[in-house]
């Protein structure tokens, strides 16, 4: 069968959108599309897919996104805000720049809105919700309304320090004193497979650079290390955020780019970045 699809990237972490509306994809193993299509070099490559159903009376949007191994994502920034500037400029919403896209996954519903920056980038808005902080919502073994803050972890004969949330996936942060030189192929997996996780989760190592700027180096749960982390950035702020680390708004540098997330008073995290068209095309796939 032909499927058309569309290359979008944010700051460097590439998806490819399916809209449903466009292709058949029902029937399809949408975990093994992903298998199929996310490998570099061997086919389109990507860090995973992103499958979009137009229209709702509870969302403009309902995606579903599945990483590179595929296993399905509950929960990305990075595919938000794609699916937001190609809802815009593919599908004519025009409440992209006003009211806003609403955009629903199996974990999380979020509104994204299309904003121009003061040199004139197209930029997308994401309202992501609040962080959940207990181990029943990340989920983490021990005591489910237990936040997971600062807690010791054996990794490879060392103890690390680990803090985690959920932003509708799970997300692990190790703070340090330089990112760069972080053995992430190392680590992360180790992290990322840790029986505390009984479902895996993403790892990210944070850097303080100020009280306004973090430095951000990310293995994604099912993926790998990518370029950026739309919720991992989310992640890495809420959680510095309560532990007194950061002030926001703060400037998250990440491989691929710089993405800006604040956190409000009640929690709400709002993230601001990127989201790039890179080509479109069609792929014939047997399923």
């Known amino acids: 069968m032909r499927l058309s ?35 570099r070099r061997f086919s389109i490559g990507a860090d995973g897919i992103a499958v979009l159903s137009m229209g709702g009376a ?12 595929g296993s399905e994502a509950g929960s990305c920034g990075t ?31 979020v509104l994204a809105r299309i904003v121009q920056s003061e040199d004139d980038r197209t930029l997308v808005e994401v309202r992501m919700g609040k962080a959940l902080f207990g181990r029943g919502d990340i989920p983490a073994v021990g005591p489910g309304d237990e936040d997971f803050l600062e807690q010791p972890i054996a990794i490879q004969g060392e103890e ?13 942060v190790v703070f340090c004193d330089d ?50 982390c739309g919720t991992g950035a ?14 926001t708004p703060v400037q998250v540098q990440m491989p691929g780019g710089i993405l ?3 956190v409000d008073q009640l929690g709400e995290i709002t993230m601001l970045g990127e989201a790039e068209p890179v080509f479109s095309g ?5 399923a």
């Not at 690390?160 to 692990?172: D, Q, R």
């Not at 996780?197 to 180096?217: A, G």
């Open 260 to 262: 800006k997330i604040d």
């Open 79 to 109: 595919a938000f805000r794609c699916a937001a500037r190609y809802a815009f400029e593919r599908k004519g919403f025009a409440e992209a720049t006003t009211s806003g896209v609403r955009i629903a996954t199996s974990h999380r519903n």
């Open 160 to 172: 690390l320090t680990v803090s985690a949330v959920s932003v509708g996936n799970p997300h692990a």
């Open 5 to 39: 699809f569309v290359k979008m990237h944010g700051l460097g972490n590439d998806y490819i959108l399916f809209d449903a509306s466009d292709c058949a994809v029902e029937g399809i193993d949408l975990g093994q599309l992903a298998k199929d299509l996310c490998r």
């Open 234 to 247: 989310s992640a890495a702020v809420a959680i510095a955020s309560r532990l007194g680390k950061v002030d």
């Open 179 to 228: 990112a760069s030189n972080i053995p992430l192929t190392r680590l992360g997996p180790a992290i990322e497979n840790h029986p505390v996780f009984p479902r895996r989760t993403n790892v990210h190592f944070v850097q303080i650079i100020s009280r306004s700027e973090l430095k951000v180096r990310t293995w994604e749960r099912g993926t790998g290390p990518t370029l950026s």
């Open 282 to 286: 069609w792929i014939e796939y047997e």
């Open 58 to 69: 509870d969302a403009d949007i309902h995606m579903r996104v599945f990483n590179p191994d």
